[in-house]
């Protein structure tokens, strides 16, 4: 069973009971999905892990994952919005519950998200009335932080710096930043510095005074000596709103600065963008007119002179995109096509600055399509024969550097053909012969290395995905020696496994089958049929399970009847014997006592002197009555043969009897003495006899 992870405390939760559950570790009451199987259950806990971490952006890119699987999902829904609102979950000091608190405000209410309405949409009952009262409550806390940043002046740069390094102390970074917050504040710029700006904020909530400044700051500066100075999740979280706002339509710049470090070195996003090192000289200066020029200067503040053209103001945009000013050549080409809508070099220009290329220079290494651009297109349509023709080189060239940029990395006859196929649109322009020549000579290469390739995978195939790869390379290969004998090898090896596999389903030999349908994978329909014969064969498996032991439990049975009946014989036969014993003790005891009497009868007219004869008969039976007196305790006593106490006192007080008689006749010490070790040896041997009898007995 899929276990589901506490979207608060990371705890493992019981989601037996639906869709709404209590986690044990800390108490919160919380949504779960309806999870069916394990790979979606790890998403949700990787996407958790990333949110509860306030790694936002990788989280919300698993839940629109999870989305793109199961469009109904409404846990994914809730997931993404939460992490739209950068929501974290902490602990109340106050009343010890978990409540959501906001690290990306924006200005549209979460009750208006359209992954919310989503997830109410597709939830049930208890989930949407659980998801209405957490936004409500996240609502508030966001109408407070807009509330509270509605206060704040404007600032004019904002510096995005990693505080601490792994040890705790102080970064590098922070000093970089330091020393650019110095020089920006001394040029009179309000900067937004952390280690400054919120000092005054302590013990207060920080997200109010960060969103009000990304709101307001027209330029961050990305501060770093190490490439995870930039891929620290506060930093990124900071410029990766500040991105989001540039992306949204408002002008606004982000400039990374770095010292020690490889430019290429930057995240993915940054790394396109024009940086600034700062282990160069004067780099800080350069740095503060940059942040002149973008604030205090820009497009309001050059002076237009009335003659001013549509031809000089397309010029100035190309000296913008020189300068990598993509926003301000925009704004000129648009100025340059107010005044003349036909104008080729304003198109040009302004298609330039959207690719972000600097110069023409740049545009011929340039390996992507250029020709696709609606503002390229127009630029051909109103340019002269000579701008026209030096477009179309430009064209030709970027698809030139497309067709080596894809020829390096082409693995496929397929691809070389397309690229073939390119160059031939060029009709002979550019270097785009020699091109097609290259792509002709990888295409043989390929197709030669696809035939080899598919000749080891015909020889030696480890699977039926081996055999229907080095057909599909083959097919690819074009026309080849051998090509349609190895095609009709792989075919009959196909072809032959999956007739046995079909005959092996027919015989009802599933597992068998199984295998051989799993070994072609995906030929004809043997994934279908290897997953029902598995199925079939698991069943055939319990089912042989179940009857063993069914045939186990039944011999069991059978020879517990046989040991009772034998058992209830032999108890009977042993109560028989017992009851035997019993009745021979009772008539030798019976003789005993007899003989004892006649003996103490005749001594009682002689003042209890026996005569010899009497002497020996009470040495007879007064021995033999101890015996079985002991012998019968013995048998008939507690598990073990233990004596009991009345059987031994009958026993003694005979053999004292005894013994007294044979003082009154007038008995020597010897004479006694052979009396009582005579008694003794019957009492002796009486118990030894009646411990053997009842272990007998008792077996």
């Known amino acids: 069973m ?13 989601t037996s009971g639906g869709t709404i559950c209590r986690c044990t570790y800390c108490g919160t009451e919380q949504t779960v999905p309806k999870l069916d199987d394990e790979a979606r259950s790890r998403l949700y806990d990787r996407a958790n892990y990333y949110r509860r971490n306030s790694e936002f952006d990788r989280a919300e890119a698993v839940y629109e994952s999870i989305i793109a699987e199961s469009p109904q999902e ?23 519950n978990m409540v959501p608190t906001c690290h990306r405000t924006r200005f549209d209410s979460i009750l208006d998200d359209s992954s919310y309405l989503l997830a109410l949409k597709y939830a049930d009952g208890a989930a949407r009335s ?74 207060q909530e920080y997200e109010p005074y960060i969103f009000a400044a990304l709101q307001s700051a027209k330029v961050m500066l990305v501060v770093g000596t190490k490439p995870d100075h930039f891929t620290s999740v506060w930093v990124k ?8 706002l540039i992306t949204q339509g408002q002008k606004k710049f982000i400039i990374p600065c770095y010292r020690n470090m490889n430019p290429y070195d930057l995240p993915e996003e940054l790394v396109s963008l024009q940086g600034q090192d700062l282990s160069k000289a004067g780099a800080v200066q350069e740095l503060t007119r940059a942040v002149e020029k973008l604030i205090g200067g820009g497009t309001a503040s050059v002076p237009q002179s009335a003659g001013a053209n549509s031809g000089s103001l397309a010029e100035r945009a190309l000296l913008f995109l020189e300068d990598k000013n993509w926003q301000s050549a925009a704004e000129y080409c648009e100025k340059a096509l107010d005044t003349d809508p036909r104008n080729a070099k304003a198109y040009f220009a302004k298609a330039l600055a959207e690719l972000k290329i600097s110069s023409v220079s740049e545009l011929a290494a340039y390996d992507k399509p250029i020709d696709n651009s609606e503002n390229f297109e127009k630029a051909m ?26 020829l390096g990395r082409c693995h496929y006859p397929s691809e070389a053909e397309r690229i073939i196929a390119s160059m031939e649109k060029l009709e002979g322009r550019g270097d785009s012969l020699r091109m097609a020549g290259e792509a002709r000579r990888k295409l043989e290469e390929l197709r030669r290395i696809s035939v080899e390739e598919a000749e080891k995978a015909i020889a030696s195939p480890t699977s039926g995905r081996d055999l229907t790869n080095a057909i599909r390379l083959l097919n690819e290969a074009g026309d080849v020696y051998g090509k349609d004998s190895l095609i009709e090898r792989a075919e009959s090896q196909l072809s032959k496994v999956y007739g046995e596999a079909v005959k092996h389903m027919e015989a009802g030999e599933n597992g068998k089958a199984a295998e051989k349908f799993k070994w072609l994978v995906d030929y004809k329909d043997a994934l279908p049929l290897g997953l029902r014969c598995e199925r079939l064969a698991q069943q055939e498996d319990i089912n042989r ?3 063993a032991f069914e045939a186990a439990r039944e011999r069991e049975e059978e020879e517990a009847i046989e040991r009772n009946r034998i058992r209830a014989e032999l108890n009977a036969k042993l109560r028989q014997q017992k009851f035997i014993g019993s009745v021979v003790i009772g008539i030798l005891a019976a003789i005993s006592l007899v003989m004892i009497w006649r003996c103490v009868s005749a001594a009682r007219g002689f003042e209890f002197v026996m005569a010899s004869n009497y002497r020996i008969q009470m040495l007879t039976a007064s021995p033999l009555l101890c015996f079985l007196l002991i012998h019968n305790g013995a048998r008939n006593g507690p598990k073990g043969g233990t004596v009991n106490s009345v059987s031994a006192l009958l026993a003694v007080f005979m053999a004292l009897i005894t013994c007294w008689f044979m003082h009154r006749a007038g008995g020597d010490i010897i004479y006694l003495g052979f009396t009582a070790v005579l008694h003794a040896a019957a009492i002796f041997i009486g118990n030894l006899s009646g411990k053997k009898a009842a272990d007998y007995y008792d077996q």
């Open 74 to 96: 409404a846990e994914a829904y809730w997931g993404s919005c939460l992490c739209r609102y950068g929501i974290e979950y902490v602990r109340d000091p106050k009343a010890g």
């Open 2 to 14: 899929a276990i589901f992870k506490c979207k608060m405390c990371g705890g493992s939760l019981d």
């Open 545 to 547: 399970k179940n009857a």
């Open 237 to 244: 979280n900071e410029w990766s709103r500040f991105l989001s």
């Open 130 to 203: 659980l998801y209405e009262r957490e936004a409500a409550y996240i609502d508030s806390v966001q109408k407070r932080i807009l509330a509270v940043s509605g206060k704040e002046e404007p600032f004019d740069v904002f510096i995005c710096y990693k505080e601490t390094d792994s040890s705790g102390g102080r970064s590098s970074a922070s000093t970089e930043a330091q020393t650019l917050y110095d020089e920006l504040t001394a040029n009179g710029y309000k900067v937004f510095f952390s280690r400054i700006t919120l000092k005054e904020k302590l013990g």
């Open 381 to 406: 349509r109103f340019a002269d024969p000579e701008l026209k023709k030096a477009l179309q080189g430009y064209s030709d060239q970027c698809r030139i550097n497309e067709a080596a940029r894809k």
